[in-house]
């Protein structure tokens, strides 16, 4: 034990400084050495003698393989990094349908407004699942909804139907006129559910429809987890929740089967139980549940239906 900025301390004691920035996952590719080294050097302030006490290495060679870890980090981090500076605006355009720009003092303001609600989910999206967007996307706002259910081909679309994604392209009616199933607020809640959706396809363009509602849902926070038990617990109770295959129903019947909710309590099942990094897996490879969570894909659904029952009950 030796004394380093007025404190006694240890080489064990850099396994347990609490990094105040965003670079953990950077750091876990380091040698668990360059990793203390640097956490005393950076994080506890220690200067290069006091850590050559510490470590029982000399000074000069302190000196190396702190350059040498910094180097290795800063190119762990460089991916991040460039994402890190890059704007909303680089990453997001936002146009009306006929490709224009914004026109009246309204539109302005829901430019605005757009923005600032994706701002910061585009960003966490980003390094939640880390992945840096492969292009930028177009965001076309439609004036209401039966213009908007016309351009998708879908005339006689329920009105709770607002926005869907094509390409790179996500297709959402204007807030101004969100129709009778919603409101100013929760288009803008929509456009981050389909962002994330997008986000997952651009990871994996073979990434199922349960995934990617899930990961919508859940990263965009429309209905609140209450609710959504809520809806959801009759049809839980009589034994009736549907399996994943069930969920990729690529229909409006969807909506009718509950499967925004069912989606969204799959994800956050997940996430709960086996964490962030898994699901991360499991996007990435969507059929391989052994290699993502360590369990198949008929336990994971027991698994999650045992959870609900307890939930619901």
């Known amino acids: 034990m030796e004394t380093c900025a007025g404190h006694l301390i240890g080489l064990d004691y850099a396994r347990h400084v609490d990094i105040r920035i965003d670079i953990g996952s ?27 006490v510490i470590t029982g290495m000399r000074e000069s060679a302190v000196k190396n393989r702190l350059y040498r870890g910094l180097q290795k980090l800063r190119k762990e981090l460089k991916e991040w990094g460039d994402i890190a500076v890059r704007t909303i605006q680089d990453m997001v355009d936002i146009v009306d349908a006929n490709g224009n720009a914004a026109n009246s003092e ?26 840096r967007p492969s292009e930028k996307v177009v965001i076309e706002i439609y004036p209401d909804l039966p213009a908007f259910h016309q351009a998708t081909g879908e005339p006689g679309a329920p009105d709770w139907f607002m926005g869907t994604f094509e390409g790179n392209t996500l297709k959402i009616v204007s807030p101004l006129n969100p129709g009778p199933a ?18 997952v396809k651009d990871i994996n363009a073979s990434a199922p429809k349960w995934i990617c509602q899930g990961v919508g849902g859940y990263e965009s926070k429309q209905m609140s987890p209450d609710f959504i038990i809520d809806s959801v617990k009759d049809t839980i109770v009589r034994g009736i929740v549907p399996t994943f295959r ?8 969807f909506e009718e089967m509950k499967g925004f909710q069912f989606t969204y309590l799959i994800v956050q099942f997940i996430v709960e139980r086996y964490g962030m990094d898994a699901l991360n897996r499991l996007v990435r490879d969507a059929e391989q549940f052994n290699e993502a969570l360590g369990c198949s894909e008929s336990e994971l659904h027991g698994q999650w239906v045992t959870h609900l029952k307890k939930a619901a009950s």
């Open 26 to 52: 950077a750091l876990e590719k380091l040698d668990e050495r360059d990793r203390h080294m640097i956490s005393l050097r950076f994080f506890v302030g220690c200067t290069l003698a006091e850590i050559a």
């Open 106 to 131: 309204e539109m302005e303001h829901v430019y605005r407004d757009l923005f600032g609600k994706l701002k910061g989910s585009v960003e966490e999206l980003v390094k939640k699942f880390k992945h």
């Open 182 to 199: 919603h409101s100013y607020h929760s288009i803008l809640q929509s456009t981050v559910h389909l962002y994330a959706m997008w986000l």
């Open 246 to 253: 069930e969920l990729n129903e690529d229909s409006f019947r």
